[in-house]
């Protein structure tokens, strides 16, 4: 799930960097992406990343996991990375979907801080 996720960054950033807006690839430099750019998601999922990936992968999530105050701020973040939306969530925890909202705001702070340490 999480090289998916990694994946769909990194197509969403050539995506921004190709904007019409951004000089259409025209002016920045592009080349970090390769010759042929980024490709598609399913060709990061249909490769089989080393298994030092996904131990590292692992361990980086359940940190990121463990330093969030409560179960039901883990499960919102759980749910949330699965792909579930703010309504769903919402429906699931039987609260509005405004305090789903702030519980990702809160998770987005206490990770940040944790990515800037």
Not at 7 to 27: C, F, L, T, V, W
Not at 51 to 80: G, K, T, Y
Request: a neutral charge; charged letters at 30%.
């Amino acid at each position: 799930m999480l090289t998916l996720i990694a994946a769909r960054d990194a197509i969403n950033e050539q995506e921004k960097i190709h904007a019409q807006k951004r000089g259409g690839g025209k002016i920045c430099d592009s080349s970090a992406f390769g010759p042929q750019g980024i490709g598609n998601v399913q060709d990061y999922v249909q490769r089989d990343p080393p298994p030092e990936v996904f131990v590292e992968l692992e361990e980086l999530s359940q940190r990121l996991l463990r330093n969030l105050p409560s179960d039901e701020i883990r499960n919102v973040a759980i749910w949330r990375m699965a792909g579930y939306s703010n309504v769903e969530i919402a429906e699931k925890l039987g609260k509005t979907e405004r305090t789903v909202e702030r519980k990702l705001n809160l998770i987005r702070k206490i990770w940040s801080k944790l990515a800037d340490s």
